[in-house]
């Protein structure tokens, strides 16, 4: 299992300039809850995906303090970016890699600024 992380603001694939979406990661409670870049507590289950938990039970989770989302785009593209929520709310998102998936070849990306 996993949840779902929404970025804010979006992010761009480095190597092509897609608009990523459909962030996940592992590092969190792994409930298919979704979290947003700002928000303390969790949001809903993504749509379709088991039953909710009670918001009381979602507002518990919280996440640690550096965790890492993955997703990919439509140009084959797989992109990890490390987050920071050093108190317990998703402050900031950075890319820090970038992998061709067809061949695992990793791309270099640029720091931020
Ligand atoms: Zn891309």
């Known amino acids: 299992m996993f949840d779902h992380y929404v970025p804010d603001p979006a992010l761009y694939c480095p190597a092509c300039g897609d608009e990523l ?4 990661g592992k590092d969190g409670p792994c409930g298919l809850l979704v979290w947003s870049q700002g ?8 749509e379709g995906e088991e039953s909710k938990l009670s918001p009381a039970h979602r507002d518990r ?4 303090p550096v965790f890492r989302i993955y997703t990919d785009d439509e140009h084959d593209h797989w992109i990890e970016a490390q987050c920071l929520a050093p108190d317990g709310v998703w402050r900031a998102t ?3 890699e970038v ?4 061949t695992g070849k990793v791309r270099p990306v640029r720091p931020a600024g």
Not at 21 to 24: A, E, K, T, Y
Not at 61 to 64: A, D, K, N, Q, V
Request: glycine share 8%.
């Open 21 to 24: 979406s459909g962030w996940q």
């Open 94 to 96: 950075e890319i820090v």
């Open 39 to 46: 928000s303390p507590a969790a949001g809903d289950h993504a």
């Open 99 to 102: 992998r061709e998936i067809r």
């Open 61 to 64: 989770f919280r996440l640690p």
